[in-house]
């Protein structure tokens, strides 16, 4: 696609439920980043893959939290027994494969506003 | 651990004025820093990218600068207009292997007509 597509574009859901929030990746881009913003703050790095598999999975607060990319494409963050806290825009994006011009570029997501109430 | 900060956290300036936003980090081993900009209920859109050897990039009336020995880099925006108003953000990625990037929390920018 031409951008980064992310769905939900927002999400209200109960504290203790299950949440899943998709990242449609540039066409093409092997790389794929979740970050999580909060308000008034910086975005903060959760999970990085190349191609299928987690890269670096270091800034998962803890196992509630959990990713895919099952096809090396599109991308799920799952969030299990949500809690308040949990409540951000959660960022998503995209870049070429390392070793190609423009690969350290990072094309974000309009992101996903998650509340939990 | 990387951390970064960015000073101020908001500035206003009349249209027309030439402005510098700062961006401090505390690990001088980077591999690379970033600036985006971010408007409201937005994703963030990459402006500059400076690799650790370079000195400075320039994009139109945008110019980074990095002095990594002193874990500083600037943005200096020339001619402000109205529509630059948006949140810049400095961003770093540290040697080591890890791609992830560490973020400041941005400096609010309003530019005034």
């Known amino acids: 696609g031409a951008g980064v597509s992310q769905t939900p574009s927002n999400k209200v859901t109960e504290k203790g439920k299950y949440v899943e929030l998709r990242c449609d990746p540039i066409s093409g881009h092997t790389a794929l980043y979740w970050y999580r913003q909060s308000l008034g703050q910086g975005p903060e790095f959760l999970i990085y893959f190349q191609g299928t598999g987690a890269a670096d999975d270091s800034g998962l607060p803890n196992d509630r939290f959990f990713a895919v990319r099952p096809e090396g494409s599109v991308s799920t963050l799952k969030i299990q027994r949500t809690e308040r806290g949990d409540s951000a825009v959660y960022l998503c994006?995209?870049?070429?494969?390392?070793?190609?011009?423009?690969?350290?570029?990072?094309?974000f997501g309009a992101g996903s506003r998650l509340t939990v109430l | 651990k990387q951390e970064v900060t960015q000073i101020p956290a908001a500035l206003s300036v009349p249209e027309g004025e030439n402005l510098v936003l700062n961006c401090s980090f505390t690990d001088s081993a980077i591999y690379n820093l970033q600036w985006f900009r971010q408007d409201p209920g937005k994703g963030l859109t990459s402006l500059l990218l400076i690799q650790s050897s370079q000195r400075e990039q320039t994009s139109g009336r945008l110019n980074a600068s990095l002095d990594k020995s002193s874990g500083r880099s600037t943005l200096y925006i020339a001619a402000s207009q109205p529509g630059d108003s948006a949140t810049y953000l400095c961003?770093?990625?540290?040697?080591?292997?890890?791609?992830?990037?560490?973020f400041g929390k941005g400096t609010k920018l309003t530019v005034n007509p």
């Open positions: 994006a995209s870049s070429l494969r390392q070793g190609t011009a423009g690969a350290n570029v990072l094309t």
């Open positions: 961003a770093v990625r540290s040697l080591g292997g890890s791609e992830k990037l560490v």
